[in-house]
């Protein structure tokens, strides 16, 4: 689409008239013969038909009134705008907490085929599913086990963030659980973030024994800072030992921070939590547009120019006017009278 910056310039328009029209001419000085014989001079030239014909140039006529408005284009800062380009705008930070201990290789989930799957894979299939919904978030992965660790930073890259995961394994980050310190973590890295509405969601199978900060007083800080803590319990909560879920210390970290606690036994009680999650989560995607302009004043400019060389060049080869037939004057040597002939 074309623009103009100045637009404002085109009321310069009838300049060039309302100068010719009012502005008094320039003066001009012309030489002057007197004879005693004006009057039959004047007479003689009255019956003299002037067959004088003038070739009307329209291109003479025309060509500075369209340098003039070219000019004036120019001026104006003509500017072509191109199709906007949107960009999303995060609007939340949501960050996944994932245990990785070892009781997450236990074989109790099924897959979409009804194939027994370990956790971690159940885990791992719903949760993709789950980050492919999170459009105009910024999603980052930290996993855990005897210590948290970052897999993942916040980006609004996606199917990287599931690449990430699906990069994980079971071990790969200690055999026992700390839950706490991953919240801690977690906490710190919202420290730089801007966003107006930061989540975190933890996922866990097991009680935990090795955090240096209980959960409980991790959910406090976050409570502080104003994050909003999800928590999912896997597997048997029949379960005894390192593999023994503490529900109650879930529910509370939840409940401090305003968040929900869930509880997932078999896949599908798994994705109905992410879809209720998905819900609950509900976001605004707010998008930013961006039209690019590109200058072309020195297209009318160019075009101004052209114009003013073809007419100098026109006005060279064919002049304006061209009598046919213009009437003589000269004296006669006999009589001596000033004689017309045409």
Do not use: C
Not at 276 to 291: G, H, P, V, W
């Amino acid at each position: 689409m074309l623009t103009f910056l100045y637009l404002w310039l085109f009321v310069l328009a009838p300049l060039p008239w309302i100068v010719k029209r009012f502005a008094p001419p320039r003066p001009r000085s012309a030489a002057t013969l007197r004879v005693p014989f004006g009057q039959r001079l004047e007479h003689a030239i009255s019956k003299v038909p002037l067959t004088t014909q003038v070739r009307r140039n329209w291109f003479r006529s025309v060509a500075p009134i369209l340098v003039w408005l070219l000019v004036l284009s120019a001026l104006a800062r003509p500017q072509w705008i191109e199709a906007p380009i949107e960009k999303l705008v995060p609007t939340r930070d949501l960050l996944l907490l994932v245990d990785l201990s070892g009781s997450m290789q236990a074989k109790d989930f099924t897959d979409a085929s009804g194939k027994k799957v370990d956790r971690l894979t159940a885990v791992k299939g719903i949760l993709g599913d789950f980050l492919e919904k999170r459009e105009g978030d910024r999603v980052g992965l930290v996993v855990f086990g005897d210590a948290p660790f970052l897999q993942a930073p916040f980006s609004t890259d996606l199917s990287l963030s599931r690449k990430l995961l699906d990069e994980t394994a079971v071990g790969m980050a200690g055999p026992r659980t700390a839950l706490g310190d991953a919240i801690g973590l977690g906490i710190n890295l919202f420290d730089s973030s801007d966003a107006p509405a930061k989540t975190i969601i933890a996922l866990t199978d097991g009680n935990d024994t090795k955090s240096q900060v209980p959960p409980i007083e991790a959910a406090r800080v976050a409570a502080e800072r104003k994050i909003r803590i999800h928590t999912v319990a896997i597997g048997d909560p029949r379960s005894v030992g390192e593999e023994k879920l503490d529900q109650q210390a879930l529910d509370q970290v939840a409940e401090i921070t305003g968040g929900r606690s869930y509880f997932a036994g078999d896949r599908d009680q798994l994705a109905g939590i992410y879809n209720e999650l998905d819900k609950i989560e509900t976001r605004e995607i707010k998008k930013l547009s961006y039209r690019p302009r590109h200058d072309v004043f020195f297209i009318p400019l160019l075009l101004a120019l052209a114009l003013s060389l073809a007419g100098t060049i026109r006005l060279r080869r064919a002049p304006d006017a061209a009598p046919t037939q213009a009437p003589l004057l000269h004296v006669n040597p006999v009589t001596g009278e000033l004689e017309v002939t045409s």
